[in-house]
């Protein structure tokens, strides 16, 4: 054998080892081996000019690795308010978690704020003493689950007294894709947390300053289920200003979570029907042909719709809590469907 060709063996084995390899690194990212993670002290959702409800396709890898600070955070409740909020990532919703039936899912909560919290995580099968216990200043909870069942569904702190964290904003949606997927193509999906604000002025007592202060939390406003503002993605109305932009002929897909505290949320888009809901986002309790659909608090659903060319074609689509009364505290938007030639005078 010349030297020159066992250099070509060797050179081939090389070459075969090396594609071995990089089969075995398909076969590992197939079994799931692979570990994405979403560090959301470094990534913020945008929230200007309106909380981005744009929803990305969930990743192949087997493992989701979420780090989630906990904040104070001012935020803007309606245009021009602000509240002194506490926040998972700085933001009000929180970010939305993305994951599929199957991953194993890793969460790392750190409390950076000044008081106690913690973290409750809907989609999760898991010792609620164990993962969802305490979070004190500079301590952090680290925990794992597989995501098993699929859905929209909320996370929220869980600190006494529950009311307050939640008024104060300390929720966020995860979706869990199921593990073959929703069984349609969807061209846009969104994600839609509902909540209520119990607000009133803040205290200027002892402050000298040309600019409003933050709203504070109003607590018997709250325990008489007063709300100020009903809000889709924490701020009221923000999608009027602000449409949620689809194409004609794109079937979208809403992901809608009801943070409360207290009011359930009776999902409805004016002008259009779903073609299917999924209540809780499980694909085999599927309903077809529906006008509304009830959340209640702390639950979630999937909706489905098709902006048809010869049907819910181009125009704009508010979509509303259909208990008007919330609706008209900010929980309302509007889809608009292609490039509509003149905007219609809605008053929704
Ligand atoms: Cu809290």
């Not at 000019?49 to 744009?54: G, I, L, Q, S, V």
């Not at 794992?144 to 939640?166: K, Q, S």
Request: overall charge negative; hydrophobic content about 40%; glycine content about 8%.
């Amino acid at each position: 054998m010349s030297t020159s060709r066992s250099r070509n063996l060797i050179t081939s084995a090389l070459a075969l080892a090396a594609l071995c390899a990089a089969g075995l690194g398909l076969t590992a990212a197939r079994r799931g081996d692979t570990v994405e993670t979403f560090d959301f002290a470094k990534s913020t959702t945008p929230t200007q000019p309106a909380f981005d409800a744009r929803l990305a396709p969930a990743s192949d890898a087997g493992i989701k690795a979420f780090r989630i600070p906990i904040e104070d955070a001012a935020i803007e409740i309606a245009k021009g308010v602000t509240y002194q909020g506490w926040t998972f990532g700085g933001t009000v919703p929180g970010p939305a978690l993305r994951v599929r039936v199957g991953d194993k899912v890793r969460v790392t909560v750190v409390n950076e704020s000044p008081m106690p919290h913690s973290i409750d995580l809907h989609a999760a099968r898991i010792p609620a003493n164990v993962a969802y216990r305490m979070i004190m200043p500079k301590d952090s909870v680290e925990f794992e689950f597989e995501a098993r069942d699929a859905g929209a569904f909320m996370v929220h702190c869980g600190t006494p007294p529950v009311t307050m964290h939640l008024m104060q904003g300390m929720y966020l949606p995860i979706i869990v894709d199921p593990k073959d997927g929703w069984g349609t193509k969807a061209d846009k999906e969104f994600v839609i947390v509902q909540s209520e604000f119990y607000a009133k002025p803040g205290d200027t007592t002892n402050v000298q300053s040309a600019m409003p202060m933050p709203m504070e939390p109003d607590w018997p406003a709250e325990q008489e289920k007063k709300a100020t503002y009903v809000v889709f993605n924490g701020r009221a109305a923000q999608y009027k200003d602000n449409p949620l932009h689809v194409d004609v002929g794109d079937r979208v897909r809403f992901f809608v979570v009801n943070a409360g505290p207290n009011f359930d949320s009776d999902f409805h888009i004016v002008g259009a029907v779903f073609d299917r809901v999924y209540p809780d986002g499980n694909p085999k309790h599927a309903l077809e042909d529906v006008q509304t659909y009830g959340i209640p608090a702390g639950g979630g659903a999937v909706f489905e719709t098709v902006f048809d060319r010869n049907a819910s074609g181009e125009g704009l689509y508010p979509f509303v809590t259909h208990s008007f009364a919330d609706a008209e505290k900010g929980a309302v938007g509007i889809i608009q469907v292609g490039t509509p030639k003149q905007y219609a005078h809605m008053d929704h």
